[in-house]
C-alpha cells in the first residue's frame, strides 16, 4: 500500500515537472535560482525516490564532492579547463603543477557526479555549472567552505567540547564573538572571526569582495519609504542641527550613498557614517559619498554619541551577533534617542515556520555560517523579544519583494 502511495505522488510529482519545465526561464548571470519552482519540485520528486540509505550514500557523496570541488579550484585546475572544448590530464596537471594520477583521482569524484564532463578520448570538459567556478561561483564557493563548511565538519566536536562545562547550547552570551566554532577551531578563543581573518589579508579581500558580490540579495532601498525621516518645515531650523540618519557600522557608506539617491529630501549633511578608524579611514578617502557626509569613527558596543537622530541604522550587523550581544548594542543607543527616533535593523528576517525546499535550505545554511562566528539569523518573533529586553518595541516590520531581508523598524518603549 505505501509503495502504491509512493508511485502515486512519483506520477503527480512527474506531471508537474513537465509542466513547470514548459514555462522555465533561468535565473539571470549572478543571480540564486535556489528557489525556482522547478528546482523545488524537482528536489521534491528526488526526497521522495529516495530511501533512507540512499539519503545517506547521496549526503556523503557530497561531502567528498565539495572537498574534491574546493581543492580543484584552489589548484587552478578548474581554471585550466577551457570554456569551450577539452583538454587532457597531462595539460591539466602542468598547468595546476600537481601530479596526474592525483588529479586523476580528484576529477574522477567530479565527473562521477555530473559537476565535469569527460570525452570518449579521456579529456575533460566544462559542463554549464563548472564552468562558473571559474569567476564568481567559484569565489563564493571558496569562502563558504572556508568559512563555514570546515567550522560545520568539526561541530560535533565542537559541541563535545563544550559539553562539560556549557553543556549543549547556541553560543549565545557576549562572549559568543570570541568563543565560537571558527575560534575553536582556529584554537584562537578569545579573539572575534573577523580579527582572525584579517591574519590573512588576502582570506580578509576575498571575504569583502565575495558579500559585494552577493549584495544584490540585499537591497538597500524600494521597501522602507526612508523620505518619512526627513525633517519638516515644523522642525523650526532643526534641519540643520539635528541628524537624520545615523548609519551604525555603515562600512564604506553604501547605504548612505543608495538612501540618498533615492530620497534626495534627506540631506547629506544629516547623515552621519559610524564604523572602525581604519574602515572609516578608508571611505574618506574612497570619495565616493556626497559632500557633507558626517564620518565618525565608533564602536557600537560604546555609548552612541549622536543624539535625538531621526533613525539609527544597523545593516547586516545584528546577524553578526548573539542576542546578548545585540541588546549590548541596542542599549548603547537607546539613551541617545529622542521620543520620535527610530532604529532600523536591516537584516534578514527568518519566516517562523519553514517550508521544504532549495530555498530554504540556504536560510539554514546562512544561520549555521552565523552561528560559527556566533551570530544569528531571526524570525520576527526572535527580533521582537530582542528588542523588548533592550527597552524598545518594534513598531512594524518591512520586508522587500521577494526576498527574505526586511527592515525591523522599533522605537522607545511606551
Not at 563564493?140 to 553543556?167: C, N, Q, W
Not at 565560537?180 to 569582495?209: H, S, Y
Not at 540579495?217 to 539635528?242: H, M, N, Q, V, W
Request: net charge negative; charged share 20%.
Amino acid at each position: 500500500m505505501a509503495q502504491e502511495q509512493t508511485v502515486s505522488q512519483l506520477r503527480a510529482l512527474a506531471h508537474e515537472l513537465v509542466e513547470l519545465s514548459s514555462t522555465y526561464q533561468p535565473s539571470p548571470p549572478g543571480a540564486f535560482g535556489h528557489d525556482l519552482p522547478i528546482i523545488t519540485k524537482a528536489t521534491e520528486l528526488i526526497t521522495t525516490a529516495q530511501q533512507p540509505l540512499d539519503h545517506a550514500t547521496i549526503r556523503l557523496t557530497q561531502v567528498v564532492e565539495a572537498a574534491v570541488i574546493r581543492t580543484l579550484v584552489d589548484l587552478k585546475a578548474i581554471h585550466a579547463i577551457p570554456t569551450l572544448g577539452s583538454i587532457s590530464l597531462a595539460d591539466i596537471a602542468s598547468i595546476a603543477s600537481a601530479q596526474p594520477s592525483l588529479l586523476e583521482r580528484l576529477l574522477r569524484v567530479v565527473v562521477s557526479t555530473g559537476f565535469l564532463h569527460q570525452t570518449e578520448k579521456g579529456e575533460y570538459a566544462h559542463t554549464h555549472v563548472s564552468v562558473g567556478y571559474t569567476s564568481g561561483a567559484g569565489a563564493f564557493y571558496s569562502l563558504l567552505y572556508d568559512e563555514l563548511v570546515l567550522p560545520m565538519v568539526h561541530i560535533r566536536e565542537y559541541l563535545s567540547a563544550k559539553r562539560p562545562t556549557h553543556g549543549l547550547v547556541e553560543p549565545s552570551g557576549e562572549d559568543s564573538m570570541t568563543h565560537n566554532p571558527v575560534t575553536w577551531l582556529a584554537r584562537q578563543e578569545g579573539k572575534t572571526a573577523f580579527e582572525i581573518m584579517e591574519q590573512d589579508p588576502e582570506r580578509l579581500q576575498a571575504f569583502q569582495r565575495v558579500l559585494g558580490s552577493v549584495a544584490h540579495i540585499k537591497p538597500f532601498t524600494g521597501f522602507y519609504d526612508f523620505g518619512r525621516l526627513a525633517l519638516s518645515d515644523d522642525d523650526e531650523g532643526e534641519e540643520i542641527a539635528r541628524p537624520v540618519f545615523v548609519d551604525i557600522g555603515g562600512g564604506h557608506g553604501h547605504a548612505i550613498a543608495e538612501i540618498l539617491k533615492a530620497h534626495p529630501s534627506i540631506k547629506p549633511s544629516q547623515c552621519i557614517l559610524q564604523d572602525r578608524p581604519a574602515v572609516i579611514e578608508q571611505a574618506q578617502l574612497n570619495g565616493s559619498l556626497p559632500s557633507g557626509v558626517q564620518f565618525m569613527p565608533h564602536d557600537y558596543f560604546t555609548p552612541q554619541p549622536i543624539r535625538h537622530a531621526r533613525a539609527y541604522h544597523l545593516r547586516a550587523i545584528a546577524h553578526d551577533l548573539s542576542d546578548a550581544n545585540l541588546v549590548k548594542v541596542l542599549r548603547q543607543i537607546v539613551p541617545a534617542m529622542a521620543p520620535d527616533s527610530k532604529v532600523l535593523i536591516a537584516d534578514e528576517v527568518l519566516p517562523e515556520r519553514l517550508q521544504r525546499g532549495p530555498g530554504e535550505g540556504l536560510v539554514g545554511l546562512m544561520d549555521m555560517m552565523m552561528f560559527c562566528i556566533g551570530g544569528k539569523e531571526r524570525t520576527e518573533k526572535n527580533f521582537r523579544k530582542v528588542m523588548k529586553d533592550a527597552g524598545l518595541q518594534v513598531d512594524a516590520v518591512w520586508r522587500a519583494e521577494g526576498k527574505g531581508f526586511g527592515i525591523v523598524e522599533a522605537s522607545l518603549s511606551v
